[in-house]
């Protein structure tokens, strides 16, 4: 089995910065993607930046210039560097990774999620 904790969610006033982090740990043998996503309330939850175990990025528009999304390979962390926060990035933060497991599957996994409340 493999499990995914983020960290460094939290309240943050406008104009302000976080820096999230998703470590993946169990049965791995190598991480193929890694992600962030986000869920509004009262939304659907859209990705936010993705990122290949080559370093590829892609982020969503809404992002783009603020957030910057990176990888330890060597620690299975993935990092979401977020500045210039606006109230309208509040939402729980997900990570999800696309992992190859030590059993020869490739297998999406979630994890359990992080606030970011952003004042105003």
């Known amino acids: 089995q493999v499990q995914l904790v983020e960290s460094g969610g939290g309240s943050v006033q406008s104009g302000g910065s976080l820096r999230l982090s998703c470590e993946a740990s169990?049965?791995?043998?190598?991480?193929?993607?890694m992600s962030w996503y986000r869920q509004a309330p009262g939304k659907q939850r859209e990705l936010v930046a993705d990122?290949?175990?080559?370093?590829?990025?892609n982020y969503a528009d809404s992002v783009k210039g603020r957030f910057t999304i990176s990888i330890d390979s060597a620690k299975n962390t993935v990092y979401l560097q977020m500045n210039s926060l606006k109230p309208e990035d509040t939402a729980v933060y997900y990570c999800?990774?696309?992992?190859?497991?030590?059993?020869?599957?490739?297998?999406?996994?979630w994890g359990q999620g992080t606030q970011v409340p952003v004042s105003s």
């Open positions: 999800n990774a696309l992992i190859a497991t030590t059993r020869g599957l490739n297998a999406d996994f």
């Open positions: 990122i290949t175990s080559g370093g590829s990025t």
């Open positions: 169990g049965n791995i043998f190598n991480i193929i993607h």
